[in-house]
């Protein structure tokens, strides 16, 4: 082997290894993404710098009788915890995405990815692995993107958090969970009327933003879906809106169209464990409960979304 070939040989291999660095170890908007939970090459800038989309961290509210801005059509992400009935306008959460909240001393992390339309709730309090501590922990928006969902950060360790998987993907807290707090996705006319003692997210959120006008025209509606994702599921329209439920390792997917077909309450088996799914097809609302009668974490998304990551779920269909 000539000198010239030799050296060419390892300048190549010099690149590749170089290549492969940046693959296990890579910064992206400020964060050190070091052997992350999912291939390093999926996690994307989504445009906004880290806190480009700011979190909403000291929310005020309003009772219900005086959100004169609120239209019955408009959707809300709902939460009854702790004896605090709180709702938060999607057309809010478009522009914050997440809202850092406090329910009776309990932190609170409300969170909503607009691409893939998952609203999601979550204890506040990590759980440091190895330490045997835990500590409250306020999160912000990262700009950055796994399967086109929002990937969160939290303050205290800038651990990447994906918001659909409820866990750390890099960063000191890799691997640990969030614990999911119920959400109900309706609207706001079926919200007032179910808890007219309610708290409503007010406008008054510190940032001046065209609460009126959605950042994503006619997204909902278009089959375009703006990031890759690792699976693309096309027996439905991308945004078909889903129930998706996970219990005990199984998932199941119960996209709209097909609960529009059947009863509005039916029983059913995830993972083993029985459920009641309760359907509002005037309100596009859905609901999970034991046999007990307890809610349970569900989540209303995208059908991209949901089958992104849970490309092996069970899908629901009403023959």
């Not at 908007?29 to 979190?55: C, K, Y």
């Not at 025209?217 to 027996?235: A, L």
Request: net charge neutral; hydrophobic share 40%; glycine share 10%.
């Amino acid at each position: 082997m000539g000198r010239r070939t030799f050296f060419a040989r390892f300048f190549l291999i010099m690149v590749w290894l170089a290549w492969a660095t940046d693959a296990r170890s890579e910064r992206l908007n400020g964060f050190e993404i070091v052997d992350p939970l999912v291939p390093a090459n999926e996690i994307m800038r989504g445009g906004p710098p880290r806190d480009g989309i700011p979190s909403i961290d000291y929310p005020r509210f309003v009772p219900l009788n005086q959100a004169g801005y609120m239209s019955d059509g408009d959707r809300v992400l709902g939460i009854d915890y702790a004896g605090i009935r709180r709702a938060y306008p999607i057309r809010i959460l478009n522009y914050h995405e997440i809202v850092n909240d406090d329910f009776a001393g309990r932190a609170v992390l409300v969170s909503f990815c607009p691409l893939c339309g998952t609203g999601m709730a979550f204890s506040g309090i990590l759980d440091e692995k190895g330490k045997g501590k835990k500590k409250t922990a306020q999160f912000g928006v990262s700009g950055l993107l796994y399967n086109s969902d929002l990937l969160m950060y939290d303050r205290a360790t800038e651990s990447l958090w994906s918001q659909i998987e409820g866990r750390a993907i890099s960063g000191p807290m890799k691997g640990a969970r969030l614990e999911l707090i119920p959400v109900q996705h309706t609207t706001w006319a079926d919200w007032k009327q179910r808890y007219p003692d309610s708290q409503v997210l007010s406008l008054d959120t510190g940032h001046q933003r065209n609460y009126g006008q959605t950042p994503y025209p006619g997204y909902q509606e278009s089959k375009y879906v703006y990031f890759p994702v690792t699976v693309m599921d096309r027996r439905y329209h991308p945004k078909e809106l889903v129930l998706g439920v996970e219990l005990n390792g199984k998932s199941k997917v119960y996209p709209f169209m097909e609960l529009y077909k059947g009863p509005a309450v039916f029983d059913d088996v995830v993972g083993g464990q029985a459920i009641r799914v309760e359907f509002d097809g005037d309100h596009r609302a859905a609901q999970v409960f034991d046999s007990h009668g307890k809610e349970l974490p569900s989540l209303i998304a995208f059908w991209f979304a949901w089958m992104a990551f849970h490309p092996d779920s069970e899908v629901y269909q009403n023959r």
